[in-house]
Nanobody, 124 residues
């Protein structure tokens, strides 16, 4: 059974940092993709970052490039999203998801498995 469990969300002031964790179980990193998505109230879920095949390639949305970093720790089966220079517009529920190799890893369509999310709130 595939499970993804996110943690690390919280409240932070603008300019601060957070590190989100996603523990993946029952799913191999080989030739697979783990992505981070976020969804603010009333908005569609959007891709933030993704990592393919245990770190061989990573992808970022334009809105977070240079501020967010996705990384992977094989030993603990954990994918991290390090978020720096946070802005109020980064406020959302953050989800991790897992799926096979896909041409567009920042789109929700290709992902088969999802976590329940962790809330991030950035205040001015």
């Amino acid at each position: 059974q595939v499970q993804l469990v996110e943690s690390g969300g919280g409240s932070v002031q603008a300019g601060g940092s957070l590190r989100l964790s996603c523990i993946v179980s029952g799913y191999s990193y080989a030739r697979n993709t783990v992505g981070w998505f976020r969804q603010a109230p009333g908005q569609e879920r959007e891709g933030v970052a993704a990592v393919y095949s245990g770190g061989m390639a990573s992808y970022y949305a334009a809105a977070v490039k240079g501020r967010f970093t996705v990384s992977h720790d094989t030993a603990s089966n954990t994918v991290y999203l390090n978020m720096m220079s946070l802005k109020p517009e980064d406020t959302a529920m953050y989800y991790c998801a897992a799926g096979p190799y896909m041409n567009s890893p920042l789109k929700v369509d290709g992902y088969r498995y999802w976590g329940r999310g962790t809330q991030v709130a950035v205040s001015t």
